[in-house]
């Protein structure tokens, strides 16, 4: 990615603020209680504590990244609407038929499906591409092609 923030698409900021309230309510609700710290304990109790810590840095170190990642985003503007950059939201139609409307994303989040990470086959291969184009991108299957309709929020015509 480009050392400039890049823009951040609505879906990206509703679904990363979403990852950053849960995260922060594990934070909390994993905190120990006082009595906690003051208690000896056996093996058993200390590969727990052990855990706990691993997951609360697994928790600060996402929520570093979200929070940077909002900051960045709100530094940046608007995402592209010309060509397909981070932040833009696409409409594309497969093979099948099937049209979605995608939002590129740098970090991905399991509460949105939309998102698709720039760093992904898809997502990669859309970079830079405008709407009309029709882009190849890598799959376990092999390679696919889809139909670029739109980049920017979709019509009427382009959404699902």
Do not use: K, W
């Amino acid at each position: 990615m480009s050392q400039e923030p890049e823009p951040i698409s609505a879906a990206e900021r509703r679904a990363l603020e979403r990852d950053r309230d849960a995260l922060r309510a594990a934070r909390a609700a994993d905190a120990p209680a006082p009595q906690d710290s003051d208690q000896a304990g056996d093996r058993g109790d200390a590969a727990d504590q052990s855990e706990r810590v691993d997951e609360a840095t697994h928790i600060g170190v996402r929520l570093a990244e979200i929070t940077l990642r909002l900051h960045e985003g709100e530094r940046a503007g608007v995402p592209p609407v010309d060509a397909v950059g981070v932040g833009s939201t696409v409409t594309v139609r497969f093979p099948d038929g099937d049209r979605a409307t995608l939002h590129l994303a740098r970090l991905a989040s399991d509460r949105d499906p939309t998102l698709v990470t720039a760093d992904s086959p898809l997502g990669h291969a859309l970079l830079g591409h405008e709407a009309g184009d029709r882009v190849e991108y890598a799959t376990p299957d092999g390679r696919e092609t889809v139909h670029l309709l739109s980049v920017g929020e979709p019509g009427p015509e382009n959404g699902r």
